[in-house]
């Protein structure tokens, strides 16, 4: 996406709107790296779960140390997970969103992607 659809000089956070089916398979017990970053610049990434029944405990049991993030649930049927952060400074033209699963061997199905929204970050 072009930045020059956002506000300059904002700092956005960019969030994955999907929803899964049939418990997501290839994906539900797999944490998958995310991230989004202004093309040029290093990305920061980060893993998620798309299906939210790995609870904490779960994790632990299978061995999982690293900081798995869980999607949330929307007002709508959606679910929605962030991907990450950036500041739209001046000089950048694109963003770059990532989704990558790529160490499991089995196909992935159930997963529906209905888009990424972009909003101005509450919390900076």
């Known amino acids: 996406m072009n930045t020059r659809y956002l506000s300059r000089g904002t700092r956005y956070s960019a969030y994955i709107v999907f929803e899964t089916v049939d418990k997501c398979p290839g994906l ?16 920061r990434k980060q893993l998620i779960y798309f299906d939210g029944y790995m609870d904490n405990d779960s994790r632990k049991e299978r061995g999982e140390t690293r900081d798995v993030m869980k ?16 500041l739209n400074e001046e000089g950048c033209d694109e963003i770059e969103c990532s989704v990558i699963e790529i160490k499991s061997p089995y196909w992935k199905c159930g997963l529906i992607i209905e888009g990424i929204e972009f909003r101005p970050t509450k919390n900076h």
Request: proline letters at 6%; glycine letters at 10%.
């Open 28 to 43: 539900a017990d797999l944490p998958v790296e995310v991230g989004v970053r202004l093309v040029g610049q290093k990305i």
């Open 71 to 86: 999607p949330s649930k929307r007002e709508d049927v959606w679910m929605e997970a962030e991907l990450g952060e950036f």
